[in-house]
Structures are given as structure tokens and as C-alpha cells.
């Protein structure tokens, strides 16, 4: 059985490894470059069952990095589901990842990223 996080940040940590698993040529890993030339925001929005139900650019200067990043999630569904962090009648969740581009266009995200 897959873990079940009960924390919002246990759960962006589950759901970054599942789309790195998922995107693992559009990644890279170790130290992150000095000056990052790409930063994308994502609004992420999860049901209950795991499906996305939207994802949308938050904040982001370079559109290149956008598209990596809305299709690299939209590659990785459906995600973890995020059954402990719901309540009542509440079917879904929305939070944010941050994508950490280098040169060539591949990145991390914040949830797993070390120091810079």
C-alpha cells in the first residue's frame, strides 16, 4: 500500500518524488546552479481519487519553462492521493510547487531541492 501523508508538506514531498519518477528526463539532481535562469510556480489542484483537476502557472518569467513544467505534471497523473488532508465534504486540494530549472532546461522542485 502507498503511503498516506498526514502533513501538506509531507505531501508535496510524495507527490515532487512521484513526478520526478514520472519525468525523469526532464530532471536533474545534485547541487542547484547559483543563478537559477528559469523559477515556474505551479497551482496544483488534486481530487480526492488522485486525478488533477487543474494546474495552472502561477508565477513564471520564461514561457519555455512553463510548458516543461504544466506537461511534466500533466505527465505525472494521476498523483498520490491526498486522502488525509481532506476533510468533511471537501473532494479536493490545491497547493503549490515551485520548478528549479538549470541551463538546459531540466529541473528539481523546491519540495526535494537541497541548498543552493
Given at each position: 500500500?502507498?503511503p498516506?501523508?498526514?502533513?501538506?508538506?509531507?505531501?508535496?514531498?510524495?507527490?515532487?518524488?512521484?513526478?520526478?519518477?514520472?519525468?525523469?528526463?526532464?530532471?536533474?539532481?545534485?547541487?542547484?546552479?547559483?543563478?537559477?535562469?528559469?523559477?515556474?510556480v505551479?497551482?496544483?489542484?488534486?481530487?480526492?481519487?488522485?486525478?488533477?483537476?487543474?494546474?495552472?502557472?502561477?508565477?513564471s518569467?520564461?514561457?519555455?519553462?512553463?510548458?516543461?513544467?504544466?506537461?511534466?505534471?500533466?505527465?505525472?497523473?494521476?498523483?498520490?492521493?491526498?486522502?488525509?488532508?481532506?476533510?468533511?465534504?471537501?473532494?479536493?486540494?490545491?497547493?503549490?510547487?515551485?520548478?528549479?530549472?538549470?541551463e538546459?532546461?531540466?529541473?528539481?522542485?523546491?519540495?526535494?531541492?537541497g541548498?543552493q
Amino acid at each position: 500500500m502507498p503511503p498516506t501523508s498526514r502533513t501538506l508538506d509531507a505531501y508535496k514531498t510524495e507527490v515532487a518524488q512521484h513526478v520526478m519518477r514520472h519525468n525523469s528526463g526532464q530532471t536533474f539532481s545534485g547541487r542547484l546552479p547559483p543563478m537559477l535562469p528559469a523559477i515556474v510556480v505551479l497551482n496544483i489542484t488534486v481530487r480526492d481519487d488522485g486525478e488533477l483537476e487543474e494546474v495552472k502557472v502561477q508565477r513564471s518569467r520564461d514561457d519555455d519553462a512553463s510548458q516543461v513544467a504544466l506537461a511534466s505534471m500533466r505527465r505525472s497523473g494521476p498523483l498520490p492521493r491526498p486522502v488525509h488532508l481532506l476533510a468533511g465534504n471537501v473532494r479536493k486540494l490545491t497547493f503549490s510547487e515551485t520548478f528549479l530549472f538549470n541551463e538546459q532546461y531540466r529541473f528539481q522542485l523546491r519540495s526535494l531541492a537541497g541548498p543552493q
